[in-house]
């Protein structure tokens, strides 16, 4: 018996030698460092909602009337060394058919302070974040665990990726250097996942995916905020399909979301657990098509909600119930944007984007107060419709790319009537348009 599990001893010695061998053969992580240093230059006719220093624009804001002024009429011009990146691609990894990738991405963030003088509001009409230093933030951080050549022709494969990266929806950009990349016409989100692709063949790939929420966020009564999911419990969930051949792609997924916007609420004066909670479904088809210089891309969203990947749009509170609960309905969104661009060292590239809140499927039965209304916060709940119009022209020489652009963006507003709006959630009084030109310049250098 001695003799027994002496050589059982040896003999799992040698295989784990065997097994660790093999591994340490197959373990030879690449890393690939990239990134790149970038600045901008920009200059706006008129006020407006912008985030990161300014430079992640969103749309002009509306007439603002004080002592017969409208003091949102006014330029500023802005320049800033903000958003430069770096990342590491890790690959290398396999044990048999199953293949080990990792990428973690960071940049400069804003991360600017409020002027300290409490008056600023007295001297100038909007944002007063000037001063401060930039700070780093994670951007990207995930796995993937692909297995390949699975089916019988070996020409399958199945990818899950695990970790904070692009929501599938917002994954296909335009040919754009502005920081924005396109938002508010297309989502725009990076969000903790975990993302299945098969990929079927050469042509067709199924995705699945279930999505947390961290830096962009559902609206709400407590207003911007990732708690209500972590209350509702549920992630949020997206299915698609991809068709890809011979330069050509074509996508289309859906995406449900459901949310609790309350778990405490009043009844007769005293606190108690209510019941609330919505549900919308968003859904989009993206299309593209590349030949030698030319490539063209399209994108087109339809469907409730979406302002936690920054589209125009949110969500009501309609009614209240017997037990303290609220009822709530989604505002519809339709927003698309095509992309056109032609060259390499001299590259030249048209965006056309346009949005339209179409409000309540079904209205409701008064009109809506503002404050009910949870809109996107880089968004007015009395937006009607949006369009832009952006040509660019990009120089690339080596590493170096220069690029100047033009950027006229406008915005149809409607008055609120008496502080509410109509039983579709929707202004619809006084429609008018309002304005913005930019002039936007950017110098980047890639590594």
Not at 164 to 179: I, K, N, R, T, Y
Not at 237 to 261: C, E, H, Q, W
Not at 286 to 308: C, L
Not at 440 to 445: A, E, R, S
């Amino acid at each position: 018996m001695k003799r027994f599990y002496l050589i059982l001893s040896v003999l799992l010695a040698f295989g784990a030698m065997n097994v660790s061998a093999a591994e340490k053969a197959e373990s030879k992580n690449n890393f690939k460092l990239y990134g790149f240093i970038r600045n901008y230059f920009t200059y706006d006719s008129r006020e407006s909602v912008s985030g990161t220093g300014d430079l992640f624009y969103y749309l002009p804001k509306d007439m603002k009337m004080v002592d017969g002024l409208d003091i949102h009429d006014q330029a500023s011009f802005t320049y800033l060394s903000l958003t430069s990146r770096l990342g590491v691609d890790v690959s290398g990894y396999s044990i048999g058919n199953v293949h080990f990738t990792a990428k973690i991405e960071g940049d400069f963030y804003s991360g600017l302070s409020n002027s300290s003088n409490a008056s600023a509001s007295e001297y100038f009409p909007g944002n007063t974040k000037i001063s401060g230093t930039a700070t780093a933030r994670l951007r990207q951080a995930f796995v993937t665990v692909t297995w390949k050549e699975l089916g019988e022709n070996k020409a399958n494969s199945v990818a899950l990726k695990m970790g904070q990266a692009w929501h599938p929806m917002a994954a296909d950009m335009p040919h754009v250097f502005s920081l924005e990349a396109g938002a508010p016409f297309g989502p725009f989100s990076r969000t903790p996942q975990v993302t299945m692709d098969a990929n079927l063949g050469k042509n067709w790939v199924l995705s699945a995916s279930a999505i947390w929420q961290m830096q962009y966020q559902s609206s709400g009564p407590i207003g911007a905020s990732a708690t209500y999911m972590k209350y509702g419990m549920t992630p949020e969930i997206y299915a698609g399909v991809t068709y890809k051949s011979n330069g050509f792609l074509m996508r289309a997924g859906a995406d449900l979301l459901s949310i609790k916007p309350r778990v405490l609420g009043k009844l007769d004066g005293k606190t108690v657990k209510v019941s609330d909670r919505k549900t919308s479904v968003l859904g989009y088809v993206y299309a593209q098509y590349s030949h030698k210089d030319f490539a063209v891309k399209a994108k087109t969203t339809f469907g409730e909600g979406g302002e936690h990947m920054n589209l125009m749009s949110g969500y009501a509170k309609v009614g209240e119930n017997s037990d303290g609960s609220w009822e709530y309905a989604s505002l519809r969104n339709s927003s698309s944007w095509l992309s056109l661009s032609y060259g390499k060292k001299w590259q030249g590239v048209l965006f056309l984007g346009y949005v339209k809140n179409l409000g309540l499927a079904e209205a409701a039965s008064g009109a809506i107060a503002k404050g009910d209304v949870y809109f996107c916060g880089n968004g007015f709940s009395n937006l009607n419709q949006l369009y832009r119009i952006n040509p660019q022209l990009i120089y690339n020489i080596g590493k170096m790319n220069i690029g100047l652009e033009y950027q006229w963006t406008a915005v149809q507003y409607g008055d609120y009537e008496g502080g509410n709006l109509n039983a579709h959630a929707l202004a619809e009084n006084n429609l008018h348009w309002v304005g913005n030109n930019r002039i936007n310049m950017m110098v980047k250098f890639n590594f």
